[in-house]
């Protein structure tokens, strides 16, 4: 699609709608593993960019199904413990394949 997971401009880091999809492989059923997932994608990200999780300012979070709030801002919570960047969820009729229950953006400005 002619993309970039992150890109970094100055200090500030934005990474592109990440999903738990890795090729043709969805990893996890549930919107929680899916977080998770998407989690360890946008960490590496940010990594690659020179910033790192407490550099979030700003998330944004795509579901299918609102009722899973409480699974994916559980594994949020878990990744950014006392960071609490910004964030907003929302729901969406479907993402780009129909397994995959979560999307997340992140912006990150580094100090």
């Known amino acids: 699609m002619g993309y970039s997971r992150a890109v970094r401009i100055g ?3 934005e990474v592109a709608g990440t999903t738990a999809q890795d090729g043709d492989i969805i990893t996890g059923a549930d919107a929680y593993a899916q ?3 998407i989690l360890e994608k946008i960490g590496a ?3 690659e960019a020179g910033a790192s999780f407490e550099h ?3 998330t944004r979070i795509y579901v ?5 709030w409480e699974a994916v801002g559980r594994a949020h919570g878990e990744a950014f413990g006392t ?3 910004a964030s907003t969820l929302v729901e969406v009729k479907a993402l780009i394949a129909p397994r995959l229950l979560v999307e997340m953006e992140a ?3 580094i100090s």
């Open 56 to 58: 979030v300012i700003r």
């Open 35 to 37: 977080t998770k997932r």
């Open 83 to 85: 960071i609490r960047p």
């Open 11 to 13: 200090n500030l880091v």
């Open 107 to 109: 912006t990150a400005i």
């Open 64 to 68: 299918t199904d609102i009722t899973q």
């Open 45 to 47: 990200a940010l990594q």
